[in-house]
């Protein structure tokens, strides 16, 4: 029978700049290794060209990247895996974000990246789409955001 | 400052993110950085006990100088402390540094265990939550342990929230796939398939990854899936597009669900119950359909979401591949895909051909789309793109479309990018083999390859075309003919003048009718091309030479007079100096008659297993990505596996054995070589012993070496970038030498070097191997030679291991390989008439002195390259025995110190299936066994 090991191996969000803005790894590797295959990822995926398909070989693995505004998300997936459905992983959680950031845009993905970080872990699990309803996705990360502060009080932290 | 913080917003995050993104140089940065991290490492060090809030952040700010690329070496004790804060946005800011700043230091873990199991028991949803997410993330082997046993009571108890059941059955996943042997198999295994029926869709999405992946290692527990998987595939499928609320996406109902319940049936074959299957089908048509009705939405996700589905399910039709309707109906669907506008669907739709084209019941309605194909290799802009339909022309080719494809394929070589060229070649190089009816066609085609890429023709490629040459004496002349016209070119390929080369000097004789290819000519063309070509290729050119005196005496001065030449007779390179002065010597002591037998054309090559076909495999071999988690749980099993009681250890040594003869002299070498940690003495222990703990595993691909000396004994067993063994033996009755070569292809010394042939107990009674030692010290370059006299007492079934250990530029080598020593290579062949074989045959009529084996081809059927193996294997071939002619019979005599025992084989190829019936009938049961074993490797 053959082998149905399918799941996201990571997740990488990256500026057209090539500025690694989220990894998320659903594999377990030594940080070096992590580091080369970013570097490799992201000059692979820019120097494609804009009417490419989405869709790129790479290793034993296939890369699904799509390009949003200045920031391109990009999954690795098994060989055997829904290319199509992983791009609506991507949408999803950009949807996600969207709903959660209101007009979600880099700079908040850079100064929130933690948020960024729990939305995602509602979402994925373990390199498995855990929950696909927008509706409870959001309700879990809001519920979390039960202490939310006024300005006053944000405003009065240490700023160092 | 452009923050926008939501939450629990921290200020001194913000100000510090917005300090680094105004640095204007990286080493601006790193002081930026430097700076905050001796500011946290004092606030952590300070005597002021930091509130929740200030640790949460510089945990935090910590995190993003980890994900910027700089390392991190503390903090984790701040985070171990904030999982246990009351406050849900500090614990979560703790759990996420844990999640991606994992450490293996145990006290750490221990803590984080600890807190981990606090949540799990708080019974409060979100802390459960994240604690799951955490164990997930992390997914190591100690959090397996720990919570393996705990994870599955979560998931199916009653009172659980659906979320954190979610999380825990793809929490219970992860570590499945992680640490399999940890995770019990239980009760709780039928309570997790009835979530299949669970009302909330999050929940029942969940579970289908987990039953999946459990499914394909239990498929007989998770049976009862499949008809809960098609009910609830057919209630989404028929839904209307309303139905299912929040998880219908973009007007499509469910499609994670329904592309994870399609996966999971294809753990399965097609359902046996009828009802369940009329059901499924209806399912697949009813996507199929859909496929077809117009969108209803413009939205490329809606699109996608659908088409997500359809391919999954074509995926399903393939799997089962039992239905021809289904089967063409997905081809035709995929067909109108082919030239869809959307670039990802052009790509899919050829991906997804390729495996329909391997269905005998779709097949043909593949090959229809070639001329589509052939367009798309033509005019597609993406690569990705062009590489599928490679693939596309590759699979669906066969005899009717192959001279098309491969004339298409070399076209496109021309243009090709470099980065799949090689493929291509390779690609090329095994249609025209496989599908030449006429080899003319098949040598043309390599030489066109050579032409048009020949940097990307490995040796692989070339060395295949002269094989096929030598084998078939029907396209010698032509090819002689053809690499004669094609190396008139001013500028050929080092590649073309090999082949060349190569094939003139067996062959060209029979084109030296012709006064335009006259031997001075065909001698000139090929001298005018040695001085361009590199040393290998000049060496190969050398033997053509000497090869072409044997052939056409006319021009043997001519020929003497280049060898007598300072360039060769004084060349610096060694192997062509060597060549130079020996052929010289060669073609000027020997009479005619030695010379033609010296110099005499080679003999068919005896086995034909495509080594093109496996370079093609390698390539798509896999890659490095692999979970460092599942190396960690192999080695640990490793290590259990080897450990042995110290008793056989002793026992093993105070046997005499021959190989303890091998080892009693290497006290000394022995300690040197023994790796760092282990005394001399338990390595001694270890060689003896079964285990042989200090004996590497077996090297990667040395089984396939070890099958690819069943049938012959001379050649190179096992490379490495160190080091090359070559073997040559011999064998007669139950006696044999063999000839180890050990060759060091680097230019520094090997120390230490000490080869050992190892015996298990078994084996020692039955077979009886002598070695001498060979010098410790093998200089960069050198080989050095050993002998192993054989003997065999009695039959036997496994191989004795040769074991190499060395230093090298400090490092310490230890390699093993198997030594094909094997039962066959003691047959002496018997012939006998038709009549006294069926008579032996029907004598040996006890179903225990019968071994049978049916089983697939893997090489291409081919009758003479069979004979050459049986002949090979060391039995005689028996002609005209067998009623069928296709049919091969053998017979010999194994012969043991002991006994001799007789054999036949009977071996029926069936070319329609690919498949072969191998019968073994010989007076010993263990003997039929293992000679069926060996043979049955080799077809």
């Given amino acids: 029978m053959r082998q149905q090991k399918r799941k996201i191996h990571f997740i990488l969000l990256f500026s057209r700049q090539g500025k690694l803005r989220l990894q998320k790894w659903y594999t377990t590797l030594p940080d070096k290794e992590k580091k080369k295959i970013v570097r490799e990822i992201v000059q692979i995926i820019l120097s494609r060209n804009q009417k490419t398909s989405s869709f790129v070989d790479w290793k034993d693995l296939k890369l699904v990247y799509k390009r949003y505004a200045s920031l391109y998300f990009?999954?690795?997936?098994?060989?055997?895996?829904?290319?199509?459905?992983?791009?609506?992983?991507?949408?999803?959680?950009?949807?996600?974000?969207?709903?959660?950031?209101?007009?979600?845009?880099?700079?908040?993905?850079?100064?929130?990246?933690e948020k960024a970080y729990f939305i995602l872990d509602e979402f994925i699990i373990g390199g498995e789409v855990q929950e696909t309803s927008k509706r409870s996705a959001v309700k879990a990360i809001e519920d979390s955001d039960m202490l939310q502060e006024t300005v006053e009080e944000y405003m009065n932290k240490p700023a160092f | 400052?452009?923050?926008?913080?939501?939450?629990?917003?921290?200020?001194?995050?913000?100000?510090?993110?917005?300090?680094?993104?105004?640095?204007?140089?990286?080493?601006?940065?790193?002081?930026?950085?430097?700076?905050?991290?001796?500011?946290?490492?004092?606030?952590?060090?300070?005597?002021?006990?930091?509130?929740?809030?200030?640790?949460?952040?510089?945990?935090?700010?910590?995190?993003?100088?980890?994900?910027?690329?700089?390392?991190?070496?503390?903090?984790?004790?701040?985070?171990?402390?904030?999982?246990?804060?009351?406050?849900?946005t500090e614990k979560q800011i703790g759990y996420l540094f844990i999640s991606v700043l994992v450490n293996s230091n145990s006290e750490l873990i221990r803590l984080i265990n600890n807190a981990i199991k606090n949540d799990l028991a708080s019974r409060n949803p979100t802390f459960m939550g994240l604690a799951l997410h955490c164990i997930a993330n992390v997914g190591s082997r100690e959090m397996a342990e720990a919570f393996a046993g705990e994870i599955p009571k979560i998931l199916v108890a009653g009172d659980t929230m659906d979320s954190v059941k979610q999380s825990a059955?793809?929490?219970?996943?992860?570590?499945?796939?992680?640490?399999?042997?940890?995770?019990?198999?239980?009760?709780?295994?039928?309570?997790?398939?009835?979530?299949?029926?669970?009302?909330?869709?999050?929940?029942?999405?969940?579970?289908?990854?987990?039953?999946?992946?459990?499914?394909?290692?239990?498929?007989?527990?998770?049976?009862?899936?499949?008809?809960?998987?098609?009910?609830?595939?057919?209630?989404?499928?028929?839904?209307?597009?309303?139905?299912?609320?929040?998880?219908?996406?973009?007007?499509?109902?469910?499609?994670?669900?329904?592309?994870?319940?399609?996966?999971?049936?294809?753990?399965?074959?097609?359902?046996?119950?009828?009802?369940?299957?009329?059901?499924?089908?209806?399912?697949?048509?009813?996507?199929?359909?859909?496929?077809?009705?117009?969108?209803?939405?413009?939205?490329?996700?809606?699109?996608?979401?659908?088409?997500?589905?359809?391919?999954?399910?074509?995926?399903?039709?393939?799997?089962?591949?039992?239905?021809?309707?289904?089967?063409?109906?997905?081809?035709?669907?995929?067909?109108?895909?082919?030239?869809?506008?959307?670039?990802?669907?052009?790509?899919?739709?050829?991906?997804?051909?390729?495996?329909?084209?391997?269905?005998?019941?779709?097949?043909?309605?593949?090959?229809?789309?070639?001329?589509?194909?052939?367009?798309?290799?033509?005019?597609?802009?993406?690569?990705?793109?062009?590489?599928?339909?490679?693939?596309?022309?590759?699979?669906?080719?066969?005899?009717?479309?192959?001279q098309q494809i491969v004339a298409e394929m070399l076209n496109y070589l021309e243009t090709a990018d470099y980065s799949i060229r090689e493929e291509i070649v390779l690609k090329v190089a095994i249609l025209a083999e496989k599908y030449a009816v006429d080899y003319t066609w098949y040598v043309d085609t390599i030489l066109n390859l050579i032409r048009i890429a020949g940097d990307y023709v490995s040796e692989e490629v070339w060395y295949r075309v002269i094989q096929i040459v030598i084998n078939r004496d029907d396209v010698q002349g032509y090819a002689a003919k053809t690499v004669f016209e094609a190396l008139q070119a001013p500028a050929c390929h080092e590649n073309l003048v090999k082949v060349g080369g190569y094939i003139l000097g067996e062959f060209g004789n029979l084109i030296a009718g012709d006064p335009r290819s006259s031997p001075l000519i065909q001698f000139n063309l090929l001298h005018s091309k040695f001085h361009l070509c590199s040393v290998p290729t000049r060496a190969l050119l050398l033997s053509t030479y000497i090869k072409f005196v044997n052939l056409f005496p006319e021009i043997k001065t001519t020929i003497q007079d280049v060898l007598r030449s300072d360039s060769q007779l004084k060349n610096a390179d060694v192997e062509l100096q060597q060549r130079a002065v020996e052929y010289l010597r060669l073609s000027t002591i020997a009479s005619?008659?030695?010379?033609?037998?010296?110099?005499?054309?080679?003999?068919?090559?005896?086995?034909?297993?495509?080594?093109?076909?496996a370079k093609l495999k390698k390539k798509k071999g896999p890659g490095t990505v692999t979970d460092l988690e599942e190396i960690k749980k192999e080695r640990s099993s490793d290590m259990n596996g080897s450990?042995?009681?110290?008793?056989?250890?002793?026992?093993?040594?105070?046997?005499?054995?021959?190989?303890?003869?091998?080892?009693?002299?290497?006290?000394?070498?022995?300690?040197?070589?023994?790796?760092?940690?282990?005394?001399?003495g338990s390595l001694l222990v270890d060689v003896f012993s079964d285990s042989a703990s200090a004996v590497a595993p077996l090297a990667p691909?040395?089984?396939?070496?070890?099958?690819?000396?069943?049938?012959?004994?001379?050649?190179?067993?096992?490379?490495?970038?160190?080091?090359?063994?070559?073997?040559?033996?011999?064998?007669?009755?139950?006696?044999?030498?063999?000839?180890?070569f050990y060759g060091n292809k680097t230019s520094t010394q090997f120390l230490n070097f000490t080869p050992t042939v190892i015996c298990s107990d078994d084996l020692q009674s039955s077979l009886n191997l002598q070695t001498k030692p060979v010098d410790p010290t093998v200089d960069g370059?050198?080989?050095?030679?050993?002998?192993?006299?054989?003997e065999c007492v009695s039959d036997f079934m496994e191989a004795p291991i040769l074991n190499i250990q060395f230093r090298y530029g400090g490092t310490f080598q230890n390699l093993s390989v198997k030594l094909p020593i094997?039962?066959?290579?003691?047959?002496?062949?018997?012939?006998?008439?038709?009549?006294?074989?069926?008579?032996?045959?029907?004598?040996?009529?006890?179903?225990?002195?019968?071994?049978?084996?049916?089983?697939?081809?893997?090489?291409?059927?081919?009758?003479?390259?069979?004979?050459?193996?049986?002949?090979?294997?060391?039995?005689?071939?028996?002609?005209?025995?067998?009623?069928?002619?296709?049919?091969?019979?053998?017979?010999?005599?194994?012969?043991?110190?002991?006994?001799?025992?007789?054999?036949?084989?009977?071996?029926?190829?069936?070319?329609?299936?690919?498949?072969?019936?191998?019968?073994?009938?010989?007076?010993?049961?263990?003997?039929?066994?293992?000679?069926?074993?060996?043979?049955?490797?080799?077809?």
């Fill in chain 1, 74 to 113: 990009c999954c690795a997936i098994e060989d055997q895996d829904n290319e199509l459905l992983t791009l609506e992983v991507v949408h999803r959680y950009v949807e996600l974000l969207d709903r959660y950031f209101g007009n979600v845009c880099e700079l908040d993905i850079i100064f929130n990246f």
């Fill in chain 2, 592 to 613: 005619t008659d030695i010379l033609a037998t010296v110099l005499e054309e080679m003999p068919p090559f005896p086995e034909r297993e495509s080594s093109i076909l």
């Fill in chain 2, 169 to 402: 059955a793809l929490c219970l996943l992860r570590l499945y796939r992680t640490s399999p042997d940890l995770v019990p198999m239980g009760d709780w295994t039928s309570r997790v398939v009835h979530l299949l029926n669970d009302q909330h869709l999050g929940v029942v999405t969940a579970a289908t990854s987990l039953i999946t992946t459990l499914a394909q290692k239990n498929p007989e527990e998770f049976k009862t899936s499949v008809s809960l998987a098609v009910s609830r595939l057919s209630r989404i499928v028929t839904s209307a597009s309303t139905d299912l609320q929040d998880y219908t996406y973009y007007f499509v109902p469910a499609p994670w669900l329904s592309v994870k319940l399609l996966r999971l049936l294809q753990c399965y074959p097609p359902p046996e119950d009828p009802a369940v299957r009329g059901r499924l089908t209806e399912c697949l048509e009813t996507i199929l359909n859909k496929a077809q009705e117009p969108p209803k939405s413009k939205k490329v996700q809606h699109s996608n979401a659908k088409n997500a589905v359809l391919f999954e399910a074509i995926s399903l039709i393939i799997h089962h591949d039992s239905e021809p309707n289904l089967l063409v109906r997905a081809c035709n669907q995929l067909g109108q895909f082919l030239q869809h506008r959307e670039t990802n669907l052009r790509y899919l739709a050829l991906e997804s051909m390729c495996t329909l084209a391997s269905s005998e019941f779709s097949h043909e309605a593949v090959k229809t789309h070639i001329e589509t194909v052939i367009n798309a290799l033509k005019t597609e802009r993406d690569v990705s793109v062009r590489q599928r339909a490679v693939d596309l022309l590759y699979a669906m080719c066969d005899r009717s479309n192959a």
């Fill in chain 2, 781 to 790: 370059g050198a080989q050095v030679q050993q002998v192993v006299n054989i």
């Fill in chain 2, 822 to 939: 094997t039962l066959n290579k003691f047959f002496q062949p018997t012939e006998m008439s038709s009549q006294d074989f069926f008579q032996r045959w029907k004598q040996l009529s006890n179903p225990k002195q019968e071994v049978q084996n049916i089983f697939k081809a893997k090489h291409p059927m081919d009758a003479e390259i069979t004979k050459a193996k049986i002949i090979g294997f060391g039995s005689a071939l028996l002609e005209e025995v067998d009623p069928n002619p296709a049919n091969f019979v053998g017979a010999g005599i194994i012969h043991t110190k002991t006994t001799q025992i007789g054999c036949l084989l009977r071996l029926e190829p069936n070319l329609q299936a690919q498949m072969y019936r191998l019968t073994l009938r010989t007076s010993k049961e263990a003997v039929s066994q293992r000679l069926c074993e060996l043979l049955s490797e080799q077809f």
């Fill in chain 2, 643 to 680: 450990a042995e009681p110290a008793s056989v250890n002793a026992s093993a040594v105070s046997t005499p054995s021959p190989s303890a003869d091998l080892l009693g002299l290497g006290a000394a070498p022995l300690t040197n070589s023994a790796p760092a940690p282990s005394s001399s």
């Fill in chain 2, 1 to 88: 400052m452009p923050a926008v913080s939501k939450g629990d917003g921290m200020r001194g995050l913000a100000v510090f993110i917005s300090d680094i993104r105004n640095c204007k140089s990286k080493e601006a940065e790193i002081k930026r950085i430097n700076k905050e991290l001796a500011n946290i490492r004092s606030k952590f060090k300070g005597d002021k006990a930091l509130d929740g809030y200030s640790k949460k952040k510089y945990v935090c700010k910590l995190l993003f100088i980890f994900l910027l690329g700089h390392d991190i070496d503390f903090g984790h004790m701040e985070a171990v402390n904030l999982l246990s804060s009351n406050r849900y």
């Fill in chain 2, 701 to 740: 691909g040395s089984d396939d070496n070890f099958a690819r000396f069943v049938c012959k004994n001379n050649g190179v067993l096992f490379e490495n970038q160190l080091l090359q063994i070559g073997l040559k033996s011999e064998f007669r009755q139950n006696l044999g030498r063999m000839f180890i």
